[in-house]
């Protein structure tokens, strides 16, 4: 029988988030289990971790928000941007009132070249796997948005900043530990980074027992996460079940703008997603619990 929910996972370091599952996976054998927002090996911090049909919910879960403590060591480069890369830059350590100056220009909407060493695809290809090969290639500047970013302590002895970064989805913080230096006439690496917020889940709600107990969706949950929420009646949800489209003009009056409805019945379960385009609804997901006929 599948398992049906989602777990807030702490990611330990010196391991890839995929392997990092592998309790999981063993806690609930023939379910499927994924995660929202890969963290690189040498993270730690919070995963999302939906299991059984919740996993279909990725989509509501990927472009969340994400905060951030990272420290970063300036004065010393790597080719990956990260600790566990190999040195290739030395420059100055820079005065803490130019490194602050430095950060206005990265607050905001801002355009960023993502690491060489990453998963995107370049021609089909990982970058970080032709990055490894030494092929040459480009890769474009994307739209991020940072929300705020402060630095909380710094070392000037050593080097070391550290700070809190609250990001939108898609943001690298390596990339800006690069930009940063740059902008102060050095280089600079990531040396810890720890994820401690996505969307509405922060760190404190991660399972401490270990026992990877499922939570569900609640209606407040669905709030945060950017949904209207719609309760339907036992009839309606057996309407909604079965994917009747009939459903759809009743709950036409439901639609606000173009959020898209979370659905619960009336024991508070979330039932699964209505899409919302300006106002046109569609079946974007239909949730069945373990053992119920679909």
């Excluded at 402060?150 to 930009?179: M, N, P, Q, W």
């Excluded at 106002?279 to 619990?289: A, D, F, I, P, T």
């Amino acid at each position: 029988m599948s398992a049906l929910g989602y777990i807030l996972f702490d990611k330990p370091a010196h391991v890839t988030s995929f392997a990092a599952l592998k309790p999981i996976r063993k806690t609930y054998p023939g379910s499927k289990v994924g995660h929202c927002g890969t963290l690189d090996a040498f993270a730690t911090g919070l995963l999302v971790v939906l299991v059984g049909a919740y996993s279909r919910l990725a989509p509501w879960f990927v472009g969340l928000d994400k905060v951030y403590q990272a420290s970063f060591q300036f004065g010393i480069g790597t080719d990956t941007l990260d600790p566990v890369g190999t040195e290739d830059a030395r420059g100055p350590i820079p005065d803490e009132s130019s490194l602050r100056d430095s950060l206005s220009s990265f607050i905001g909407s801002i355009q960023q070249v993502p690491p060489r060493f990453s998963a995107l695809h370049v021609k089909g290809q990982r970058a970080s796997d032709l990055a490894m090969k030494g092929q040459e290639f480009e890769l474009k500047a994307r739209g991020v948005i940072v929300h705020s970013l402060e630095l909380k302590r710094y070392d000037k002895t050593s080097g070391i900043g550290e700070f809190e970064i609250h990001c939108s989805s898609g943001t690298y913080v390596r990339s800006l530990a690069r930009d940063i230096a740059q902008a102060c006439g050095t280089c600079a690496h990531v040396s810890t980074l720890r994820r401690t917020r996505v969307g509405p889940f922060s760190e404190e709600q991660i399972d401490k027992a270990l026992d990877y107990s499922l939570q569900v969706i609640d209606p407040p949950t669905a709030l945060n996460l950017g949904l209207d929420v719609i309760t339907l009646s036992d009839s309606q949800t057996r309407l909604f079940a079965n994917g009747q489209t009939s459903l759809l003009a009743e709950l036409d009056s439901s639609a606000k703008g173009s959020r898209d409805l979370a659905v619960f019945g009336q024991d508070s379960r979330l039932r699964g997603i209505v899409h919302n385009s300006q106002g046109r609804l569609s079946y974007g997901l239909v949730l069945h619990s373990p053992g119920e006929a679909c």
